[in-house]
């Protein structure tokens, strides 16, 4: 099967308000992040409102309407408040994911099965509104029947195990990992969605995702943060675009 085209790469700038947030400071600042990944090549941005804030704040996301160029894709909860905030800046693209105040990061995909009505009626707003929903999943096959059920354009699939597994030296493991989110990326493609796959991706991990010719976005934040503090932003997000190309047969 041939690639269906560039792979884009959304690069995800919480992290650099999480920085930023430690000192309650106005430094490091995100939006000059988010500028600075566009010229290193992203395609997109990705940010996360989380209810409690622990990160990016409701004047992020206003001057990120604002001063884009490319598209923002805006992380959210099945909140009423984020989806009148969502609705307010009618962004180019919303993305639901499950949310607990406890956890460090995002774990898991949302359990669409258990709550499609309630996401149903959630997300047909968002839609008419012109933003383009996507829904954070398990590389499941239900939860992926349940997110087109409910009338979500895109899937996100959750790539956590493979990348755990695989920094582990869980290899095995990994590779079965790896092949699951190969055939949910097929299986979604199938049904006519839109896939995209995120969390937890490194320099090590990306080009077996990449090459999925069904894939069409990768999402990654907190690895290509890092890897700022050592090699600087630009050159950071430059390698994790070289590897994609590479893997997508475009070098």
Known sequence: ??????????????????????????????????????????????????????????????????????????????????????????????????????????????????????????????????????????????QIDAAKRIGAQVIELHAGAYCDLHAEGRLEESDAELERLREMSSYAHSLGLEVHVGHGLTYKTVKPVAAFPEVMELNIGHFLIGEAIFLGLQPAISEMRRLMDEARGLL
Do not use: W
Not at 53 to 64: K, P, Q, T, V
């Open 1 to 142: 099967m041939g690639y269906f085209g560039k792979l884009r790469l959304g690069v995800n700038i919480d992290h650099v308000a999480t920085v930023r947030n430690a000192r309650g400071s106005a430094y490091p600042d995100p939006i000059r992040a988010a500028l600075m990944a566009e010229e290193a090549g992203a395609d997109g941005i990705t940010a996360h409102l989380r209810e409690d804030r622990r990160h990016i704040s409701d004047e992020d996301i206003n001057r990120l309407v604002e001063t884009l160029s490319v598209p923002l894709n805006f992380e959210m909860a099945a909140t009423d408040e984020m989806q009148k905030i969502a609705l307010r800046h009618k962004p180019h693209a919303v993305c639901i994911v499950p949310e607990k105040r406890e956890e460090r990061t995002t774990e898991g995909g949302l359990d669409v099965v258990q709550d499609d009505n309630r996401l149903a009626h959630f997300i047909a707003p968002l839609r008419e509104a012109g933003s383009r929903v996507s829904i954070f999943i398990a590389a499941d096959q239900r």
